[in-house]
């Protein structure tokens, strides 16, 4: 490389009195360069417009089968209030339930719950619901008549005892999309201390 003319060739220009070689980067050095540059375009097409996962995802997903796993330990867990109120601040069952409800609830109520055919689930106003229970019912046995399907048999009762308590959080973050339909109802009762 010394040999080269090239090396060691100083630039036309000076400041300040301070002048500088014209050397190339090393050729490993550029190489590495234009491979994270041509890397850069697949990467962003995939991942950032086309279908590949995100971390974020992957983290998400991971969590929803791990939920997933859990359900088999709760065993069969009674519609009761304080069961639903439990489960509410139940971050791994929630996310777990946040996933179901994504799959199964979304053309209706939105993956915010915040209502799109269906009511809004995550404000004051309900229409067949007063206590944490009837969101059970509701779930349960639908509202046939007004398009609301039934869950029973096609969920298991204790998927629908914790999609309860999904639903039954959405009203911690009021969401304003769609406007109320029914009658507002008090405050869900406080959670009981654990056991
Ligand atoms: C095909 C559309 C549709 C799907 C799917 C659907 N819902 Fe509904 N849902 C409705 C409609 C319509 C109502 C309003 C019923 C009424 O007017 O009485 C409703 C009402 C409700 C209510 C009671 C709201 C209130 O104000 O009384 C709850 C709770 C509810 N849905 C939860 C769910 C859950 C959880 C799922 C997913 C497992 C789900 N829904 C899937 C259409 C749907």
Known sequence: MTDDPQRDKLFEHE????????NPMPGWWVAIFWL?????FP????????????????YEAELA?????LLATYGELEADE??????????????GMAS???????????????GNVGPNLTDDHWINVKTLTDIYSVINEGVIAKGMPEWQGKLTDTEIVLLSAYVAQLRRNPLPD?????????????APPPP
């Open 15 to 22: 400041y300040d009195g301070i002048r500088e070689y014209d």
């Open 36 to 40: 994270t540059i041509l890397f850069a």
């Open 43 to 58: 990467y962003i097409t995939w991942y950032h417009v086309g279908k590949g996962d995100s971390v974020h995802d992957n």
């Open 65 to 69: 089968a791990y939920a997933q796993q």
């Open 82 to 95: 304080p069961t639903i109120l439990r489960f509410m601040d139940d971050s791994v069952a929630m996310t």
């Open 100 to 114: 179901l409800f994504k799959s199964k609830c979304t053309q209706c109520h939105l993956a915010d719950g915040s």
């Open 178 to 190: 769609k406007a109320p339909q029914g009658d507002p109802i008090a405050a869900w009762p406080e």
